[in-house]
């Protein structure tokens, strides 16, 4: 069955800093991938989603992920991380009918001044 | 502007109470899912269904049942409510006719069960 990874529960960075968010799947067809985040009290929102083509694709406020098939990854990274990114994001995997979407435990970010 | 409605932001219920949770989307959408979201667990897969009548378990559906009489409603059931199922639960639905569409989700129903 298919699953999602993400390794860490919580992670804490300075605004103005990198991210980089990591995202393991298993899945055993050709994956479909999607990096969803969710504010305080918000509903989800997808950020970017990958499914063939450029394996680096670019998403809403400035956040980009990476797919590695070697590596079974889908991380997802912002270059300048900002107060208003602290959030909670969910990487999940799909298949091409969208009628099985599995999503990972989640990977909440905290912003310091 | 598309929408996902959950009947219900807050509920609280006895256990042993039959609790339906009730989702209509007006996009149209094939396909929906009913999952719910725990700290550190994340969003887990209760049920989906592709079509009207038509239903598959998730990962967690053990206490749950699903009906879909009609495309735009998917109603979640829990038989007889635990406390183990106090969780936030999410409706979600989804476009059958292209691959790889996102996910539209409501704004969720968190069930507290006493």
């Known amino acids: 069955a298919q699953s999602v990874t993400q390794p860490d529960i919580h992670i804490t960075v300075s605004e103005g800093a990198s991210l980089e968010l990591r995202c393991n799947y298993s899945?055993?067809?050709?994956?479909?991938l999607f990096w969803y985040v969710q504010s305080p009290g918000q509903g989800l929102q997808l950020l970017l989603k990958?499914?063939?083509?450029?394996?680096l694709v670019q998403g809403i406020k400035g956040f980009e992920a990476e797919f590695k098939r070697s590596q079974s990854s889908f991380n997802l990274r912002k270059p300048s991380v900002h107060w208003s990114d602290a959030a909670e994001y969910f990487c999940a995997v799909g298949g091409y009918n969208n009628n099985d979407m599995r999503f990972g435990a989640g990977t909440r970010l905290t912003v310091k001044p | 502007d598309v929408k996902v409605t959950q009947s219900s932001r807050y509920l609280v219920k006895r256990t042993g109470e039959k609790v339906f949770l009730e989702c209509v989307q007006d996009m149209d959408h094939e396909n929906m899912f009913w999952y719910r979201q725990d700290p550190g667990l994340g969003l887990r897969l209760i049920y989906f269904?592709?079509?009207?009548?038509?239903?598959e378990k998730g990962d967690i559906p053990e206490g749950y049942s699903v009906s879909r009489e009609k495309k735009e409603r998917f109603s979640l059931i829990l038989e007889s409510a635990s406390t183990n199922q106090t969780s936030m639960y999410l409706c979600a639905s989804s476009d059958q006719g292209r691959a790889n569409e996102k996910l539209f989700f409501g704004s969720g129903t968190q069930l507290s069960v006493l």
């Open positions: 899945y055993g067809a050709t994956p479909y």
């Open positions: 990958y499914f063939s083509g450029d394996t």
């Open positions: 269904s592709y079509d009207v009548k038509m239903k």
